[in-house]
């Protein structure tokens, strides 16, 4: 795999999905995430999380994270002119920013080349890599508020959650994770946290996505809570830009 990965690249094997996000109380799709998908050529479909942790190990994912933000900025620009304004998010690692200290610099400056917004492209950080490398973060995070992007912290809540981060690190959105809902354990309980965390989120003027939406059950008790804006399987598996170009701009509200 490290070595068939520029090839790949070149050839399409690897190729940029998005999974739509939602507002659950109207219906109306508001963003996508951007998502690695990988066809080999001899070994079929490849699972991100095989590939992706092997071409961190390599050194490789700056090069595959290059080609997707300029594979996104390449609709989002098409999208633009076809009168579709649309957002996308797309995710940022530590391995990115050792490679390119300037990294909000770097954004700027292509979203300039393809005359889009900051407003239109979304940086996504793991909360993992917020804990880990805290100063860091929060200076890069500081920088790509000042250029006008959003950011926000990916995988809230998946056992790394730190109070005193929420205090320290200013993002604009908290993509909640959702498993406190699908593990094992007191139900009761996990429902108990999840309301609090919403709570708490929206109490801090910060925008909360609640992400891995499975269920109808789920939908409804998220939107019972006040968390309108969700991703997941119940609303839209990722898909390839020609399927997400066909989407339709509602899909049904979450009633009940």
Not at 101 to 118: N, V
Request: aromatic share 12%; with cysteine.
């Amino acid at each position: 795999m490290e070595r068939h990965v520029p090839a790949a690249i070149r050839s399409g094997e690897i190729r940029v999905w998005y999974q739509p996000q939602v507002d659950c109380y109207t219906g109306k799709v508001i963003g996508a995430e951007a998502l690695c998908r990988w066809k080999h050529a001899k070994l079929g479909w490849v699972s991100p999380g095989e590939f992706i942790p092997v071409l961190e190990e390599a050194g490789l994912i700056y090069e595959l994270d290059l080609y997707v933000w300029d594979r996104v900025c390449r609709d989002l620009q098409r999208w633009n002119r076809e009168g579709k304004r649309r957002s996308v998010s797309v995710n940022l690692s530590r391995f990115d920013i050792r490679a390119n200290p300037d990294i909000a610099g770097f954004f700027r400056d292509l979203l300039r080349s393809y005359d889009l917004t900051p407003d239109q492209f979304r940086i996504e950080i793991t909360e993992t890599f917020y804990v880990e490398n805290s100063a860091i973060l929060i200076s890069t995070t500081e920088q790509l508020r000042a250029f006008g992007f959003r950011v926000e912290m990916d995988d809230f809540g998946s056992g790394y959650s730190s109070l005193h981060m929420l205090k320290e690190v200013p993002v604009n959105r908290i993509k909640l994770d959702l498993h406190f809902l699908t593990a094992s354990g007191d139900m009761e309980k996990s429902r108990t946290i999840v309301s609090y965390m919403v709570q708490m989120i929206r109490s801090l003027d910060i925008e909360i996505l609640a992400e891995g939406v499975e269920t109808a059950e789920q939908a409804r008790f998220l939107r019972s809570r006040g968390c309108s804006e969700m991703q997941g399987y119940y609303f839209f598996k990722p898909m390839p830009e020609e399927e997400y170009d066909k989407l339709s701009e509602f899909t049904e509200p979450i009633t009940g």
